[in-house]
């Protein structure tokens, strides 16, 4: 999570859509008052700062909370995912990183079962109406496009792409997740993300 004075926004870390690359490149140019918080395990180039009292996935509702004329004032924003691809990232990096339990036995089937989901709705909307409270939800499969948008809406320096790619490694198969997930898998995150798809228009 960053709330960066020098530049006047707000950024709501959501679960696997790139929230530690773009903190990565937001953090260097981030002022010396800004808040960036720190990231586990920790990340090249990222540089936390300012963040006693604030979290890495703190919700929207939370720092609103804590800073109401901050979020009134600056320009907020998040980034989504589509949810079967969101899933499949979530469930390699359960599997595969070893600070995240690692556990090189687990199947999709006992992941799915398990529970524990990279849902980011209750981060970035409203528990009670299910609407944004962020001024702006990005969309992760336009990601550089719409990050260009909003980086010369707030004049923060933009190459046209992230320098940093964190976490990629942990998902070696980069096959669609149409190829991967059987029908009665798909089904399942769709009931489990039925709000967030039907918030954005998702389909499988």
């Known amino acids: ?15 696997k ?3 530690t690359s773009i903190e990565a490149y937001l953090s260097s140019l981030c002022g010396p008052d800004d808040v960036v918080t720190p990231v586990h395990p920790p990340e090249p180039g ?5 963040a006693a009292g604030f979290t890495n996935h703190m919700s929207a509702a939370q ?3 804590k800073v109401p004329d901050l979020w009134r004032d600056y ?3 998040c980034v ?3 949810p079967w691809d969101k899933t499949l990232s979530h469930y390699f990096m359960k599997r595969n990183s070893a600070s995240h339990g690692g556990d090189r036995e687990l199947c999709l089937d006992r992941y799915l079962a398990a529970g524990d989901y990279a849902l980011n709705l209750p ?3 409203s528990r009670l109406s299910g609407k944004p409270l962020v001024d702006r939800v990005l969309r992760y499969e336009h990601l550089d496009r719409e990050l260009g948008d909003v980086f010369e809406k707030l004049g923060v320096p933009w190459s046209g792409c992230l320098p940093v790619k964190a976490k990629s490694g942990w998902r070696p198969d980069r096959r669609s997740y149409r190829e991967v997930l059987s029908l009665r898998q798909a089904v399942r995150i769709e009931k489990i993300f039925a709000r967030e798809i039907r918030l954005h228009g998702y389909a499988w």
């Open 75 to 77: 320009f907020t924003f």
């Open 17 to 19: 859509t790139a929230g």
């Open 46 to 50: 990222h540089q936390p700062r300012n």
């Open 63 to 65: 720092v609103a909370a």
């Open 123 to 125: 981060l970035y909307a």
């Open 80 to 82: 989504e995912r589509n």
């Open 1 to 15: 999570m960053i709330i960066s004075h020098r530049h006047r926004f707000i950024f709501i870390k959501t679960r």
